[in-house]
């Protein structure tokens, strides 16, 4: 069973998005992950040149909007995700002034860019612990 972030770090998620796994012959991954997959972010309007990717992780959800609590079972290709900026001073320093509903991101595995993400929710992101 997977353990939801927001009981483990008893803070709300930073913020949601509707993501899209590319399918394999789209550069994309092979398998779809299951819960707990750890992907870094990048944002649609850096630089490719030098991409900067950030450590946000997903936490998938069900059709319902509810974190999906199977482990080991794939997740939708496509749906919503809970995300967890991992280090926090980067709220302020950098995601705060970045993240809006409507902006465009990637789940990055290195350099590859896996699945497409656009933020749909504001959650935590402003309120959540700075340290």
Known sequence: MWR???????????????YKFYSETENGRKMPPSQGYRSDFS??????EKIDLFAIHPEFEDENGNVILVRDSPVPLEGTA???ILFPEMRKLVHSARIKPGIIGYFMEGPRKV???EVIEIVGLHTNPLS
């Open 4 to 18: 939801p972030y927001e009981e483990v770090r008893k803070h709300p998620p930073d913020f949601r998005v509707k």
């Open 115 to 117: 699945a497409i993400a």
């Open 82 to 84: 809970r995300m967890w």
């Open 43 to 48: 944002y649609d309007d850096d630089d490719m």
